[in-house]
C-alpha cells in the first residue's frame, strides 16, 4: 500500500509504502488527510515497547532521532529510571531483538534499554 500524507499548506508528499492496517488507512483517506494507492488490506502487526535510558542531557535527541527515522509508532518523555517509552509495530514475522539491536541501539544518545514484549490488548 502506499500513502500520500497531505501537508499543511496544501501540498502532498512523495507517496511511500506504509504498514497502516487497512481501517486505519481507509479513515486517513475519508479525513482528507491521505491518499490512498494500492490495495487496502490488513498487515498482521506485532506491537512492542522500549523502555529507554538515554545519555545526560540527551532524551530530546533520542526521541528526535526516533521520530525523524519514522520507525516508532508514540514515542512520550517518562520520570524514573528510564528516560522515554516508545512503542513500535513490526511485521508479525519480523525478529523483535533483530530490530531492537539494529534500528534502536544504533541511535546515538542510547544507554540502555529494556524491550517489553505484549500479548493481548483489552
Not at 517518562?78 to 522515554?84: I, K, M, S, V
Amino acid at each position: 500500500m502506499f500513502v500520500a500524507i497531505n501537508q499543511p499548506m496544501g501540498g502532498i508528499c512523495e507517496p511511500r509504502p506504509i504498514a497502516w492496517g487497512a481501517a486505519t488507512a481507509a479513515a486517513l483517506q475519508d479525513d482528507g488527510v491521505a491518499r490512498v494507492r494500492g490495495r487496502l488490506e490488513e498487515i498482521p502487526m506485532t506491537p512492542f515497547f522500549v523502555l529507554i535510558k538515554a545519555q545526560l542531557g540527551r532524551a530530546y535527541d533520542v526521541a528526535n532521532a526516533l521520530a525523524d527515522a519514522e520507525i516508532a509508532s508514540e514515542i512520550y518523555s517518562t520520570a524514573g529510571d528510564y528516560d522515554l517509552l516508545v512503542k513500535f509495530y513490526i511485521d508479525s514475522d519480523e525478529d523483535i531483538g533483530h530490530f531492537v539491536n539494529e534500528k534502536v541501539h544504533a541511535m546515538p544518545g542510547i544507554l540502555d534499554t529494556k524491550t517489553i514484549i505484549t500479548f493481548k490488548a483489552f
